[in-house]
């Protein structure tokens, strides 16, 4: 494709497992669901498993730094053209239960052409999301604690609020003062960083696998860190459906990710997974809404038995078919105002 040559020098160095081939069996099996192949994709001008398998309840996840590409980031406010927002089930076309990874692609991104427009949050603003988690609160399976955290972030500060039984409390935290796994600068700047990205496939998967070519070979590689770095994305903030569409595209075209059609996610809702085998025995899966083909959660299981040795708990036994935490994301959006709810 002419459009890998154009982000040649955004990966110097990155050796992306099958990449030709990867995209353009993409692009044909789109093609067989009756799109138009990559094209309605092109341009248009974690909270990460920890190796003891504590889920943060209260915290958006951060880790070590990552590899930065020179990407020029839009002023906060300016419209983001490219990108439609969030979207009502109701308004969103529904084109049918999709059966494959490529379908998918092609209903999700046919779903997001009709979204309004989206526009970068400015600093002063807040994200805003309804997580209902499963985890683990020493680090020990199965999951034995369930809560349903809702969050405010503000965009540009460091300034939190959680709803705790009808009451606001404001904390410090996030923000400009962490990053997430696989992306570069920090929480502040990642919507201005996400209006920045290529929007074609190709493009975008060239810039989420140079971001993690750091990735350790004991958690994966490349590979997998571009698949924790994708699913972190879309579960702790409030990501644009069409971003949405182009992220399944990357995810997809990765070696490793299979399909499923029976996902459930935490608030034992049913929809469709990507997922993939980490280290030969933890299968980790993004779960999408059928119907709207917006993200609705993560899980993470065991496939095979596995001991790990750490130092809270020292010794952890994960057995086959364990689960070992999942989310939900119930809603998630930009608002003005901590306390204040997406479309209110």
Do not use: C
């Not at 067989?32 to 192949?37: M, N, S």
């Not at 974690?46 to 309840?57: D, F, H, M, Q, S």
């Not at 985890?135 to 369930?146: A, F, L």
């Amino acid at each position: 494709m002419h459009e890998l040559a154009e982000v040649a020098r955004l990966r110097e160095g990155v050796q992306a497992a099958r990449t030709d081939a990867a995209l353009a069996r993409l692009a044909e099996a789109i093609a067989a669901t009756g799109g138009d192949g990559l094209s309605p994709i092109r341009p248009h001008g974690r909270r990460r498993l920890a190796r003891t398998v504590a889920i943060a309840a209260t915290a958006v996840a951060v880790s070590v730094a990552v590899a930065a590409i020179g990407v020029r980031l839009p002023r906060a406010g300016h419209p983001l053209r490219t990108r439609p927002g969030a979207t009502k089930a109701s308004q969103a076309p529904y084109l049918g239960v999709p059966a494959s990874g490529a379908q998918l692609v092609a209903f999700a991104t046919k779903a997001a052409e009709r979204a309004p427009l989206f526009a970068v949050p400015s600093a002063n603003d807040w994200y805003y999301t309804d997580t209902l988690e499963f985890y683990s609160e020493n680090g020990g399976t199965p999951p034995d604690q369930r809560a349903v955290i809702q969050m405010w972030q503000q965009v540009g500060g460091i300034h939190n609020a959680t709803l705790v039984n009808g009451e606001l409390h404001y904390g410090l935290g996030g923000g400009r003062a962490e990053q997430l796994t696989g992306w570069p600068g920090n929480m502040a700047t990642l919507y201005g960083y996400m209006a920045a990205l290529p929007a074609s496939v190709p493009a975008l998967r060239a810039v989420i696998l140079a971001n993690n070519r750091a990735t350790p070979r004991g958690e994966g590689g490349q590979i997998t860190g571009a698949f924790d770095a994708i699913q972190d994305l879309l579960n702790d903030l409030a990501v644009p459906p069409r971003l949405q569409a182009e992220l399944y595209g990357v995810l997809v075209s990765l070696p490793g990710v299979h399909f499923d059609t029976s996902a459930v996610d935490a608030a034992g809702r049913h929809g469709v997974g990507l997922y993939m085998i980490e280290s030969g025995w933890l299968e980790e899966e993004i779960i999408i809404n059928p119907r709207t083909y917006g993200y609705m959660g993560n899980m993470w299981v065991a496939v095979r038995a596995r001991t790990e040795y750490g130092t809270s708990p020292a010794v952890v036994h994960y057995h086959k078919g364990e689960s070992l935490g999942s989310n939900a994301q119930l809603a998630a959006g930009i608002v003005q105002r901590a306390g204040q709810l997406p479309g209110r």
